[in-house]
Nanobody, 116 residues
Framework: QLQLVESGGGLVQPGGSLRLSCAVS????????IGWFRQAPGKKREGVSC????????YYADSVKGRFTISRDNAKNTVYLQMNSLKPEDTAVYYC?????????WGQGTQVTVSS
């Protein structure tokens, strides 16, 4: 059974940076496309970025292009999301999951709050 645990969230001022981590256990990361998703208060969960295991291609939502970078360390079985130039509208709970997501793999997420 695949398990994914998010960490690295926190409170940051506008323009600041955070790096989120998604630690994967139960299987090798080599075989999975992992995505980052977020859900802001009162809004639906949305895809932010994903990183393909098969061809290395990456996807970014338009709202984060040029500011967020996804990466993976297969040796550590961990996927990262580097978030720079953060904006208040980036405030949300961030989750990682397979992409397309599997309902059983949603975790607790990690809260990111961008506020002055």
């Amino acid at each position: 059974q695949l398990q994914l645990v998010e960490s690295g969230g926190g409170l940051v001022q506008p323009g600041g940076s955070l790096r989120l981590s998604c630690a994967v256990s139960g299987a090798s990361l080599d075989y999975y496309t992992i995505g980052w998703f977020r859900q802001a208060p009162g809004k639906k969960r949305e895809g932010v970025s994903c990183d393909s295991s098969s061809d290395g291609s990456v996807y970014y939502a338009d709202s984060v292009k040029g500011r967020f970078t996804i990466s993976r360390d297969n040796a550590k079985n961990t996927v990262y999301l580097q978030m720079n130039s953060l904006k208040p509208e980036d405030t949300a709970v961030y989750y990682c999951n397979r992409d397309p997501p599997v309902v059983d793999y949603w975790g607790q997420g990690t809260q990111v709050t961008v506020s002055s």
